[in-house]
């Protein structure tokens, strides 16, 4: 079974620009969630989407954004980069979401640097 | 609040040698923990998780985690290091309030040959 897939692996965008990131989930799993990872923050939670509905939010300001597609698949998009968005962005995937046991199968991972 | 902590940026340990990278957390209710490795350039890999039931969880790549209630500690094991086990270790907790994963600061392990 293919794991998930994260399109674009490396990114490079200027300040003021937007971007947009794919993310496949296993398949069978239903649940995605996106994370920002930095060195100085370490892995902070966005958000997470389950039958194209949103539903838990992280704490990141309104630019970033996110919906789900009926074959699970999601996107990302954040909008007016800042050079403080330069960051790993990871999404993971689950079988459903709200489950305390449910594990996460996390993807490679798309490399963003703003300049 | 549930948290998680990570006492350790960096562990060092030689090649054969047993390895610890320690964890441990802090919840309201029954803890459902995790532990993640990540190598450079990479996404996250689950290694293995604690539920309920026996306190030592065998995971992936010989690697085993003993989960202490008395300590709210979740310590990640291994009896014999290898070179190739040098990665960023994670910790995490579910939240089940909201079913959040509460991430620990990771922790850098070094095998040295």
């Known amino acids: 079974k293919a794991g998930v897939t994260q399109t674009p692996r490396y990114l490079i965008k200027t300040r003021g620009q937007q971007v947009t990131l794919s993310c496949s989930p296993i398949?069978?799993?239903?649940?995605v969630s996106w994370y920002q990872q930095t060195p100085g923050q370490g892995l902070q939670f966005l958000f997470e989407?389950?039958?194209?509905?949103?539903?838990n939010k992280g704490n990141f300001p309104g630019r970033f954004s996110g919906r789900q597609f009926s074959n699970s698949r999601s996107e990302m998009n954040v909008s007016t980069l800042e050079l403080g968005d330069s960051a790993l962005y990871l999404c993971?995937?689950?079988?459903?979401?709200?489950?305390?046991?449910?594990?996460?199968?996390f993807g490679p991972g798309t490399r963003l640097l703003v300049l | 609040a549930q948290s998680v902590a990570q006492p350790e940026d960096q562990v060092n340990v030689a090649e054969g040698n047993p390895l610890t990278v320690k964890c441990t957390y802090s919840?309201?209710?029954?803890?459902?923990l995790f532990w993640y490795v990540q190598y450079p350039n990479r996404g996250l890999q689950f290694l293995l998780k604690?539920?309920?039931?026996d306190n030592l969880v065998k995971g992936s790549y010989g690697f085993e985690a003993e989960f202490n209630k008395s300590q709210t500690s979740f310590h990640l094991k291994k009896p014999s290091a290898l070179v190739s086990d040098s990665a960023l270790y994670f910790c995490?907790?579910?939240?089940?309030?909201?079913?959040?994963?509460?991430w620990g600061a990771g922790t850098k392990l070094i095998i040295k040959p």
């Open positions: 993971a995937s689950s079988l459903v979401p709200r489950q305390n046991q449910e594990t996460q199968y």
């Open positions: 398949s069978g799993h239903r649940s």
């Open positions: 989407y389950f039958s194209e509905t949103q539903r």
């Open positions: 604690y539920i309920t039931g």
């Open positions: 995490a907790v579910r939240d089940g309030s909201n079913y959040q994963l509460i």
């Open positions: 919840v309201s209710g029954n803890p459902y």
